[in-house]
Antibody, heavy 123, light 108 residues
């Protein structure tokens, strides 16, 4: 059974960089052909797709976040990470990691997801 | 990327049928996916590629598609189905994904 668990600071300051990690068990990031994805949910709002990193290291980011975003993979730890810079209060959200399943980067869906981690941005 | 529109809330009594719709122009050419999200838990995929049901998802969950609208139907709703439901689709020209705003299903 594949499980994903997010970890990171619950509180970060405005203008700083957020670093989150997703630990994967039950599957190998290195050998799999999935799109390792980050999604967030602002308080009381819907879901926002942030972007993904493929096992090869290829990435695709939401254009609205692209200039502040970087994702990476650590195959030795079976983890993938998100770095989001120049934080503002608008980045306060629950951040989820998920496995993107499907044949192509245009055609995939998310299964399973992590439980999410709340990140609050404050000065 | 396109937007997906969902009703804010739907209420049904136990045993009734709940229908949750999602509309958007991208749905005319892209598949839809549905996720069940209970507070404090990980979202769960309940329908993929418009109407396919993952293993382990009860048969009472089904999906249909017509033009720019997709519908998640839950037949014989149970109290445990109370949750937020999100539709998701893609963009035929890019890997970008889009979610609907979510529909809160209340079981009366």
């Amino acid at each position: 059974q594949v499980q994903l668990i997010e970890s990171g600071p619950g509180l970060v300051k405005t203008s700083q960089t957020l670093s989150l990690t997703c630990s994967v068990s039950g599957d190998s990031i290195k050998t799999s052909t999935y799109y390792w994805t980050w999604i967030r949910q602002h308080p009381g709002k819907g879901l926002e797709w942030i972007g993904y990193i493929y096992s090869s290291g290829d990435t695709y980011y939401n254009p609205s976040l692209k200039s502040r975003l970087a994702m990476s993979v650590d195959t030795s730890k079976n983890q993938f990470s998100l770095n989001l810079s120049s934080l503002t209060a608008a980045d306060t959200a629950v951040y989820y990691c998920a496995r993107g399943v499907g044949p192509t980067m245009e055609l995939h869906w998310f299964d399973p997801w992590g439980q999410g981690t709340l990140v609050s941005v404050s000065s | 990327s396109d937007e997906l529109t969902q009703a804010t809330s739907v209420s049904v009594s136990p045993g009734q049928t709940a229908r949750i719709s999602c509309s958007g122009t991208t749905l005319a050419s892209q598949y839809a996916y549905w996720y069940q999200h209970k507070s404090g838990q990980a979202p769960v995929l309940v329908i993929y590629k418009d109407s396919e049901r993952p293993s382990g998802i009860p048969e009472r969950f089904s999906g249909t598609s017509s033009g720019t609208t997709v519908t998640l139907t839950i037949s014989g709703v149970q109290a445990e189905d109370e949750a937020d439901y999100y539709c998701q689709s893609g963009d035929k020209n890019s890997p970008q994904k889009v979610f609907g705003g979510g529909t809160k299903l209340t079981v009366l």
